[in-house]
Every structure is written in C-alpha cells, then in structure tokens.
C-alpha cells in the first residue's frame, strides 16, 4: 500500500469511485431500466387480481411477489406473471379464459398473503370486486340476437343477482322474445366465469376494470 | 483445510432450492419463496420486501411486520451478509459462475463494495417516489425462486446476463456491488457478535484468504493493520477464509473483541 493509505484501507482514489462514480452509474443504469422496462403493468389494459387485490398502483407495491396465493388456489386460477407484464413481473394474475376465479367462500388465496396486497378484511364473497363484467359486442352475442343461449347467465355464480336476464320483444321476428343477460354492475364479483363460459370464439362478456354503480344497462 | 465450513454452507444453499421446490412435489410443510414464506407454519417476510411493501403499498399487516422483525433479528445476530454466503440462490450460482471465470482467467475487473448500498438507496427512493417496489420487480432472487416453483423459464435470461457479466467482465459484481438486498444486511449485519477473528502473530501472509474470499476487501484491515476481528458488514459469514487458513490464524468468534 502506498502513502495515500488511510487506516481503513482505502486510497482517495478508490474512496472517489466508491462515492461519486458508482451512484452516478447507478443513476444512469435505473433510468435506463425505468423507461425501458418499467412501465405500468396497467399499459396493456385491465389485469384481473385475485380477490381482494387493493387498488392496482399500491397493490404493485404491497405485493411481495412470494406466490403463496398461487401456491393456495384450488383451481390454478391464479398465474404469476413473467416479465411480459413489466412492472407487474411475478404478481398474481387471472386469465379468465383459461380459468376464472371460482369463488371459494373460505377465500384461500387471501388468508395466505402475507403483506396486505390482498386484503383480508374481505370475507364475504358477495363483496369481493375483482372487475365487472361487460358485454363489450352486443352485436354477436347470441342471446341478444334472438337465440337461446343465457350460457353466462346460467353459469354465473350470482345468477338473477349479477346477471340477469331482460325479456323484451323480438321486433324482427315479430313474433319471439330476445332474452338479454343484463350485468348488474354493482352485485358483480368480476369472477370471469361468465367470460370463460361465453360459446363464442372470441368472449362477448369479458371483465374489466370495476365499476361500482350502473348507471346504464347498455353501457360498454 | 483446516476445516470444513463449506459442507453446511453448501448443503444449506441446497436446502433452501428444494424448499422452495417442495410444493411442486405436493408437501405442504413451505410455501412461498424468499420474500414471504411459510415454513411449518411459521411466517418468514423478508425484510427489505417488507420495507417496500410498507413504502409503496402504504399498508400494514402486524403478523407480517412481526415476520420481517424475525427474519431481521436472525440475520442481525448471524450477522454479515449471512444471506448472501448461506441461503440466497443466486449467490449460489454466482459463486459456481465464479469457479468458472477463475479457470478462463478472465474478468478482474472489481466495484467497491459500498455500491451496494448506494443501490438500496436508489431502491427506496424509487419505491418513496414512484410507489415501484424496483427490487422485487428486478430481483433475480425473485426470477430463480418463481423459475423453480411455477416453472416459469424465460425471466432467466436475467440471471443469465448478471453470470455472463460477472465471468466475463467484472468478477461477481451484482452480488458484491449491486445487490441492494446484499447492501442492506451488510447495514443490519454490522454489528453482530459472530465474527471472524484475526490472530496476527500466527499468520504468515501466504494471502490463501484472500484468494478465496469473495468481498476480499474486508481482511484488509486484519491482514494489513492487524485488525483482531473482520468488522465490515459485508463479510458475508461463508468461512472460506478459516477453512483455507493453514495456519489456524483465523477462527470464529462468538463475542466482541
């Protein structure tokens, strides 16, 4: 060691690289990484979480990402996401199309979160709003065509609460009833069963972000 | 070899692996990963996790404050980088990777060690700021630990990255000088009682310590000033140094000196 030693050991030079060069990298590497790589999970639209997820923006901060909801469900309904989701990488989410949240009254996946990403105030499964579901073609679902279909209708686990079914007359037949599933927006849970029930290739009624009160029975 | 501490070291880092694999095999005694887990029904929170949860989420859960404070209390008696030397996986395949870089030859280059903690700092000034938990959406810890128990194979390409960095260019420089969870226990571990301690008039400079140790830095002040413990809190408590020490001039202390 020469002169500049001090008695920790350290040179002035290295002591400069430690203090000043390293956090300006440092700097440098974050905000690269930040504009690249961390945008907001919500970018590519509505992620469906397991039930009671707080809101979506402390919810990416409060979840630890340990996977113990997944490791919980059931029904394998809950996926971690990979680094497609960005800032959401590891948190859990739902794909409804491939299994939907089944609504378990003992709600495993929020007894097991450790960190309050899930809230477990939550008990009653009536009160879980994970999304609300919305016929977003009114165009192609069959039963609003005139067919008898009410598959989502059937398959909903708060059926004649969050969907029900509105008669009316069928002016093109003049002669039929169109039986149209109505989303009752402030009793649904936002499951997805009703999505991964819908016949149609592409779903018709999908769950999105939630809404507390309807304000329109056709509005998508 | 005058001892043998690799072998628990080594079988603990391996213990931890399957741990975290057990679910899929269908036992039930662990569930979760490093950052939050169940382990016979006791819950274990990683502290740092805990912090940015705490931070960006702004909610608090006492079992889970209560599991942090545990899981920092462990570490804080243990001390060092305990975390990093015994039970964190990507120091694991780190230290495998730096087995490698010694045979080729290549990457000598080192940061200083007090990176780390400027890391934690940038950290929790983001996750302050942004409400972003940087750490637990970059950690390799959580891409290893989320690989092994959903199978899910692509975010490894990260750690693939860190290990082709650290064999090419800068030797074991995430572990040593980025990792901002190495950063914090080497704060929270500062001050432990378990250290490694110095005889100087029984060493005989062959520098064999030095070799092994992976924040070699922290012999300096033993090695060179005559220091009669290891007191920086990145001594990551492996104990490569004692069991490469011919001359028993290094032992374990259980008190301070």
Not at chain 1, 169 to 174: I, K
Not at chain 2, 35 to 52: H, K, S
Not at chain 2, 175 to 186: E, K, V
């Amino acid at each position: 060691m020469d002169s500049e030693t001090t008695c920790s050991g350290i040179t002035r030079r290295q002591f400069l690289k430690g203090s000043a060069i390293t956090p300006l990298t440092l700097i440098l590497a974050g905000t690269g990484v930040a504009t690249v790589y961390l945008r907001h999970a919500d970018a590519q639209g509505f992620t469906l979480r397991p039930p009671g997820a707080i809101a979506e923006k402390r919810f990416l901060a409060a979840c630890v990402r340990c996977g113990k909801c997944a490791q919980a469900c059931p029904y394998l309904s809950i996926k971690m996401a990979g680094g497609e989701a960005g800032v959401g990488i590891g948190t859990p989410v739902i794909v409804p199309r491939e299994i939907p949240c089944y609504l378990c009254s003992d709600l495993p996946c929020v007894k097991v979160c450790p960190s309050g990403a899930l809230d477990k105030k939550l008990e009653d499964i009536e009160k879980i709003r994970m999304g609300t579901a919305v016929i977003i073609d009114r165009e192609s679902c069959l039963s609003i065509r005139g067919l008898r279909c009410e598959v989502c209708y059937r398959q909903c686990p708060l059926i004649d609460k969050a969907i029900v079914i509105e008669p009316r007359h069928n002016t093109r037949t003049g002669e039929h009833t169109i039986m149209e599933p109505v989303v009752r927006k402030e009793k649904c849970v936002g499951c997805g069963i009703c999505e991964k029930s819908c016949v149609l290739p592409k779903p018709v009624i999908v769950v999105q972000k939630t809404v507390e009160t309807q304000k329109d029975s056709y509005e998508f | 070899m005058s001892s043998k501490w690799w072998i628990p070291r080594r079988t603990a880092q391996l213990t931890i692996l399957a741990l975290i694999a057990s679910p899929l095999l269908g036992m039930t005694f662990f569930r979760g990963n490093l950052a939050a887990a169940d382990l016979f029904g006791l819950p274990l929170a990683d502290p740092l996790a805990f912090l940015q949860a705490l931070i960006g989420g702004m909610v608090i859960v006492l079992p889970y404050l209560g599991s942090a404070l545990l899981v920092a209390a462990f570490y804080f008696i243990l001390g060092g980088r305990t975390f990093c030397g015994w039970i964190c996986p990507v120091g694991l395949i780190t230290e495998l990777g730096e087995k490698l870089r010694r045979r080729m030859g290549s990457g000598e280059v080192t940061m200083p060690l007090t990176a780390s903690r400027w890391s934690l700092g940038l950290v929790l000034l983001t996750v302050a700021m942004t409400g972003i938990p940087l750490f637990e959406v970059l950690s390799p810890i959580g891409i290893i630990n989320r690989a092994i128990a959903f199978v899910s194979l692509m975010p490894l390409l990260v750690l693939a990255a860190i290990l082709l960095v650290e064999i090419t260019v800068s030797r074991r420089v995430w572990c040593r000088s980025l990792c901002p969870l190495g950063g914090f226990y080497s704060i929270l571990g500062r001050f432990s009682p378990v250290r490694v301690g110095f005889i100087e008039n029984r060493c005989t400079h062959c520098d064999d310590c030095l070799r092994v140790c992976p924040v070699e830095e922290v012999l300096t002040p033993s090695l060179k000033l005559g220091a009669r413990q290891v007191t920086a809190g990145d001594c990551s408590r492996c104990f490569a140094c004692v069991d490469s020490c011919h001359a028993k001039a290094l032992s374990i202390d259980l008190f301070y000196k």
